[in-house]
């Protein structure tokens, strides 16, 4: 029932990029992202809505594959402010419930 | 423009007392939400709920767990005697009406029960 995410971890130099990829066994209505650094609250990063949308903002960008029931969050040129938990939170519809992913960790270094 | 305003920050209690979180929305914002999570994991729905309305407790444990959100004031969730396994971090998220997709998260009460 919780969405999946992959990779569960990983390591950037300062200036790579990054895929992490959302999977849901559920139809899903959208697909959201969040960042959370230790100790703090989870940060809104974006929201995709049904129709195999692309956002982005900087050089933080994702895709909606809304026939997969998948997502993908895009980070180019990772800086090392990137680093913390990304969770995607999907809503299935029937209700404003944020199911969130098992997480993946993002560590940048220089 | 405020954000979303929880406290207390941290909150100790000891086993078999009551613990009172509260969660003040963003101006604007009618709908929230609480969240837990535990330590490593990831955040859990628990309920939601609209002024005077619980619309979703799905998430909420049958027993000890009670949320409320008054016509004036914030919202609370109340633990009734605390166990060591409800230490966690517990997040409030708030939404407008016109976006309920749109949720923005306090910056958290952690909970430790000793």
């Known amino acids: 029932q919780q969405p999946v995410q992959s990779p569960q971890a990983v390591i950037l130099r300062e200036g790579e990029d990054a895929v992490i990829n959302c999977s849901s066994s559920k139809a899903l209505y959208s697909v959201h992202w969040y960042r959370q650094k230790h100790g703090e609250a989870p940060v809104f990063l974006m929201i995709?809505?049904?129709?195999?949308e692309q956002k982005g903002h900087d050089k933080i960008s994702a895709s909606f594959n809304e026939k997969k029931q998948q997502s993908s969050l895009y980070l180019t040129a990772s800086q090392l402010s990137y680093s913390g938990t990304y969770f995607c939170g999907t809503f299935t519809g029937g209700g404003n419930k944020l199911t969130f992913g098992t997480g993946t960790q993002l560590k940048v270094e220089l | 423009n405020a954000g979303v305003m929880q406290n207390p920050r941290h909150l100790v209690r000891r086993r078999g007392q009551e613990a009172r979180l509260r969660c003040s929305p963003m101006k604007g914002h009618s709908h929230v939400y609480w969240y837990r999570q535990l330590p490593e994991e990831g955040l859990k729905f628990m309920v939601y709920l609209q002024k005077e309305n619980i619309i979703d407790e799905s998430g909420m444990p049958k027993e000890r767990f009670s949320a409320e959100f008054p016509k004036e004031g914030p919202s609370i969730l109340r633990i009734q005697q605390v166990v060591r396994g409800d230490s966690a971090a517990y997040f409030c998220a708030s939404s407008p009406v016109s976006r309920p997709e749109e949720q923005y998260f306090g910056p958290g009460t952690r909970l430790t029960v000793t």
């Open positions: 995709l809505l049904k129709g195999g």
